[in-house]
């Protein structure tokens, strides 16, 4: 899949090249990743999380909350709780 492009989980439009260098080297170092996503993110449409979680292969979906693009304002206890619980190793 290429994570620069959308529809039928592609973008349309290319990355970015600084997107592009990101996505590389993430992809060039694999670790656990937890990704949260605002549901009503309008800088970073929540579609993108599915396109990321995919193009970094997480084997964990990504986790929507009901919050804008500042997840961690709108939803900042959440948050807390979803990231303390995933370095504890504990479902969430």
């Known amino acids: 899949m290429d ?3 959308r529809g039928g989980g ?3 439009r290319p ?3 600084a ?3 990101t996505l590389a080297g993430l992809r060039e170092r694999p670790r656990p990743t937890l990704i949260l996503w605002g549901e009503a993110d309008n800088a970073l ?3 993108l999380a599915d396109l990321l979680t995919a193009a970094l292969e ?3 979906p990504p986790t929507r909350l ?9 939803q900042g206890p959440a948050v807390g709780r979803l990231i303390a ?3 504890a190793g504990e479902p969430t």
């Open 3 to 5: 994570p620069g492009r």
């Open 10 to 12: 592609r973008l349309r």
């Open 15 to 17: 990355l970015p090249i």
């Open 19 to 21: 997107g592009r260098r």
């Open 45 to 47: 449409p929540v579609v």
């Open 58 to 60: 997480v084997e964990r």
């Open 66 to 74: 009901p919050a804008g693009h500042y997840l961690q304002e709108d």
């Open 85 to 87: 619980d995933w370095l």
